[in-house]
């Protein structure tokens, strides 16, 4: 069944601020949406129902039962079956629109790897979880002139900021440095999806303003809300603070990687191995790996199960254990049944 373009996009091109004319954009447009947890599957699943021409999901990690609450571009079968999030979401989102192009790239957004990644997006998107990733995606932006949309949600608390590099502030001038002491996240307080969905709507329709380039609608603040405390913030993020380390000196230290870790926590009692390229067998791995536990494995994971470990390897050799927060105990798991 081929849909008819303009029957399909019919109540979106009726709205003014977008018509015949801003949808031809929509379908020309390149996005790259960096992770595909919850705020990645509401704004990747908005824009690909909006007609955004091509769409790159970038995603490290694989579909979890306790995603299911609020990551809407996964069913109870992804999560069987252990199915790596951008995988899925491609897969669900060619059943609603099979007229886009949905590129998955299941990986890790590393210093090494950001420019393949990135190249050519028009607009980079924020479904990520963790800062270290965001301020890697600003140092990017800035460097190359790509604006990125920030958003974070985390129990019932949202926040997000557009950056135009060279017009508005970025990240770093409002945040200079990661947030220090303990970091609240969705692992330890939790998260509504109703804050994820509300920010990633916001998200989404700042990123249509740019596509069709209504850059005058375009908003210039740092955009906070509760939803359970019934608070909602606004600061002034209209212009580079002076002397930003990113957009001001232009001192890149997130993409020129210093002193990154290969060994990462990740959040969920789990630690993520990710020290170079190695591309893995599942088949030979099966085999090797069977008299140590149990093991099952598709085309794009293994999973490997020794009490109380659970180790998921993906066809790079990247792998996240389960179990711990011991990075060296996650190494010597690693070391001892994948290989030093
Ligand atoms: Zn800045």
Redo the contacts with the bound molecule.
Sequence with gaps: MSLDHDERYSRQILFRGIGAEGQKRLAAARVAVVGCGATGSAVASLLARAGVGTIRIIDRDYVEPSNLQRQTLFDESDARESLPKAIAAARRIAAFNSQILVEPQVADLTPENIEPLLQGAHLILDGTDNFETRYLVNDYA?KSGVPWIYAAAVGSYAATLNVIPGTT?????LFPDSPTGIVETCETAGVLGSAVNLVASVETAEALKFLVRAMEKIRHTLLSWDVWANECAEIQASK??PG?R???ERDFIHLEGEGRPHITLCGRNSVQIHERHRPVDFGEMSERLKPHGTVRHNDFVLKFWREPYEMTLFTDGRAIIKGTTDTGVARSLYARFVGS
């Excluded at 502030?169 to 001038?173: E, F, G, K």
């Design positions: 800035v502030a970025c990240l770093a001038c580079p603070r930003c990113a957009c001001g």
